[in-house]
């Protein structure tokens, strides 16, 4: 098994035609016809990826992209879309999404970068669930310290000093993250 | 402060250098000495707004102060005190209330189409009401408290009104444009029609052909002048003309050659008529500088008529140009957006496919020539993707966009490029304040394209309604993270059956459109994550509403 894969598509046939080629790939395959219904879904934490459309009836898939950077664990999103321009995917990647692809990509492309988005989440679901044995403040530090953050630099951010940064660190080690 | 101070001086200095140079022909000195001073006054009071008046009485006052050492043997001080203290607002006030009044009538014309024209043709009347308050106030005042007979004051009232309005409206112009162009950085003049004129024209011309007439005016009706006058007289006869004509051969060889043609005529012909009349004396002089004046009004008059005709022109060119820039937008939207739509079943079509070639590989079976086929349709849809991004390149836009859009300024946009078509159908605007909106997550000219395809479907439907009912009404407001621009009208508004097609691509009612202007709109709307809806109005009328993001510091 590949992993999920969540296709957000106002197209029928499109999403479709891509439930049966990745099914057959071996990827579970949810399909929702808009942001909203993807919204409603029931979150879940396992390794996961979004093929997310930009252009759709409602909540575009840029507005999806946003709500979904508050939420504390999300599917890594590769984007697919028909209407491209270079200063959306700069500005999507910038937002975190894991890949741009533009219509008609090749079905060897498109697995590839779904197996190498689900690769990602897996990461960040085993990072999550070992976040889980940490206080509040030591998954705020752990998340800054692994984005490459300095002890400094947390400090300032969640508003303590050097030094207790540093302690929450240590114990953060201690645990065997980080 | 210093530099303020440092002009100040200047300017004295030049005054009074000015008014002495008059003096030194001893040639009709009540108007002479005030000729070159009184143009320069309104030259100061144009090209500084706020000092202007202190500045031109600071002068005045100083040369009224200069003037008693220089003509009477025994000046009383404090009597010049005095008298220079009030002549100096009784020369200044007159001028600087006719150019307010002035500039205030022509910025409440600025609105009209016609409004170009008023500038130059009520300037010369202004300063005719300006240089009669200075000549009678400034007699009146030496009059009063110098000692002067009244009858010596009424004989010398013309010479004095004469002298100033010669020098404001001949040489005001030349001081401006010398003002305008060389001492920019110094000065920060009123918006005024002289200013404009000033800022935009080389001084002198280039062609030779333009030099030779710019000669021929200055010089031969000064050589006739001279040949005509007493011998004693032919320096400063020449050297006032000259002086007089090289404005009016400014202002000519700059313009066209009928202008040109014109201004040598009417010279000739001032000096012909007070020679005949006047013989080469004094006052002929002073009237033939009063008809001078007037060829210099036509001058303005006929350059501004020109202006306005051109830059009719120019507006009507400009909106041709608007049209077809406003059909390639809309030709690269369709272009756009068929490349989206035709990427999506590209997309199934492929997919769908490389599913029954990867099933059929893993299947036992000789299945070479199926697979192949769909190899061909892969490599076919890959070619048909390649075309879309050559569609897509085509319509892209060079250079990064600036998403964020001041609403105001893409409204008044807007409505300056329909200013002159609702002129015309008499359709006016009320626009609620939307100055204090934030801004939108759009570039300037998606908004304006959008607010222009509005209004111009609105004016299509005020076209046969009453004068009454010709007005559409814009506002804005704030919806949580939107902005809501809505613009309704009185017309007839969009009938029930025609409704769900609204904003479907060829849906028209119109017989020469082509549908396609609310489609654009709203695709270009929701392209920015926005939306554009026809809002149903009680009282009929169009009523759209365009809703789009405030940019992200805003929402926050």
């Known amino acids: ?178 | 402060m210093l530099k303020s101070t440092l002009v100040t001086i200047s300017l004295i200095l030049i005054y009074i250098l000015l008014w002495h140079a008059a003096d030194l022909f001893k040639y009709a000195p009540f108007a002479s000495l005030w000729y070159a001073p009184a143009g320069l006054s309104v030259a100061i009071l144009l090209l500084w707004k706020k000092s202007g008046f202190f500045k031109v009485w600071l002068c005045v006052y100083v040369v009224a102060m200069v003037s008693p050492y220089t003509h009477a043997q025994n000046p009383d001080i404090s009597d010049a005190l005095l008298v220079s203290f009030l002549a100096a607002f009784g020369h200044t006030i007159p001028y600087w209330v006719a150019l307010k009044a002035h500039n205030k009538l022509c910025q409440a014309f600025d609105a009209l189409s016609e409004g170009d024209l008023v500038g130059p043709i009520l300037y010369p009347v202004f300063l005719v009401v300006g240089s009669i308050g200075a000549a009678t106030l400034g007699i009146l005042i030496r009059i009063t408290f110098s000692q002067m007979p009244a009858s010596v004051g009424l004989s010398i009232w013309l010479s004095f009104w004469v002298g100033d309005y010669v020098g404001v409206i001949v040489l005001a112009p030349l001081f401006v444009f010398l003002g305008v162009r060389y001492f920019r950085r110094w000065i920060e003049p009123e918006k005024c029609f002289l200013v404009e004129y000033s800022a935009t024209k080389h001084l002198f011309p280039k062609h030779w052909l333009s030099w030779l007439c710019w000669v021929s005016i200055v010089i031969l009706p000064s050589l006739a002048s001279m040949a005509r006058a007493t011998l004693d007289s032919r320096l400063p006869v020449g050297l006032m003309f000259f002086v007089a004509l090289l404005p009016i051969a400014i202002l000519a060889t700059r313009n066209t050659w009928g202008v040109m043609v014109t201004a040598t005529v009417l010279s000739s012909i001032t000096i012909i008529i007070s020679s005949k009349l006047f013989g080469m004396s004094g006052d002929a002089i002073e009237y033939q500088f009063e008809l001078l004046t007037i060829a210099v009004t036509m001058l303005y008059f006929y350059y501004f008529a020109s202006s306005f005709r051109d830059r009719t022109q120019a507006l009507l060119v400009a909106e041709r140009s608007l049209g077809t820039a406003s059909r390639l937008f809309v030709l690269n939207e369709v272009s756009a957006n068929i490349a989206h739509e035709m990427s999506t079943p590209l997309q199934a079509a492929l997919s769908s496919s490389q599913r029954v070639r990867r099933r059929l590989e893993k299947r036992e079976g000789d299945w070479a020539l199926e697979i192949d086929e769909l190899n061909n349709a892969k490599l076919a849809i890959g070619q048909a993707g390649n075309t879309l991004n050559s569609v897509r390149n085509l319509v892209k836009k060079n250079g990064a966009s600036d998403q964020s859009c001041v609403i105001e300024k893409a409204l008044s946009t807007a409505l300056e490029l329909v200013n002159s078509i609702t002129k015309m159908h008499g359709i006016r605007f009320t626009v609620a304040e939307v100055s204090h909106l934030p801004d939108v997550e759009i570039e300037k000219n998606e908004l304006v394209q959008i607010l222009l395809n509005l209004i111009s479907n609105s004016m299509n439907s005020l076209k046969s309604k009453s004068e009454q009912e010709k007005e559409i009404f814009v506002s804005g407001r704030r919806s949580g993270s939107m902005i809501c621009i809505e613009l309704f009208d009185g017309g007839d508004g969009v009938e029930a059956s025609t409704l769900n097609q609204l904003f479907m691509a060829g849906a028209s009612d119109a017989v020469d459109g082509l549908g396609l202007g609310l489609w654009v709109s709203k695709s270009i709307a929701e392209r920015r994550g926005g939306i554009l809806e026809y809002i149903e109005k009680d009282g009929g009328g169009w009523c759209f509403r365009l809703s789009l993001k405030c940019t992200r510091g805003e929402t926050i």
């Open chain 1, 1 to 178: 098994m590949n992993g999920l894969v969540y296709i957000v598509d106002d197209d029928q046939l499109l999403r479709n035609a891509l439930k049966g080629l990745l099914g057959d790939e071996g990827f579970i395959v949810v399909t929702c016809s808009s942001a909203e219904e993807f919204l409603a879904l029931e979150p879940r934490y396992e390794p996961c990826c979004l093929l997310l459309d930009v252009k759709m009836d409602g909540m575009s898939g840029f507005d999806l992209q946003a709500q979904l950077g508050g939420r504390e664990f999300s599917p890594p999103i590769v984007f697919l879309t028909g209407s491209a321009k270079l200063q959306q995917a700069v500005s999507a990647m910038r937002d975190g999404a894991a890949h741009f692809l533009i219509k008609p990509v090749d079905d060897e492309q498109l697995i590839e970068t779904l197996r190498e988005a689900i690769n990602k989440s897996k990461q960040e679901a085993n990072f999550m669930s070992e976040l889980q044995q940490l206080t509040p403040m030591e998954k705020k530090i752990a998340h800054l310290a692994q984005q490459g953050f300095l002890s400094k630099q947390i400090a300032q951010k969640v508003n303590v000093s050097i030094r207790t940064v540093e302690w929450h660190r240590r114990n953060i080690r201690k645990k065997g993250i980080l």
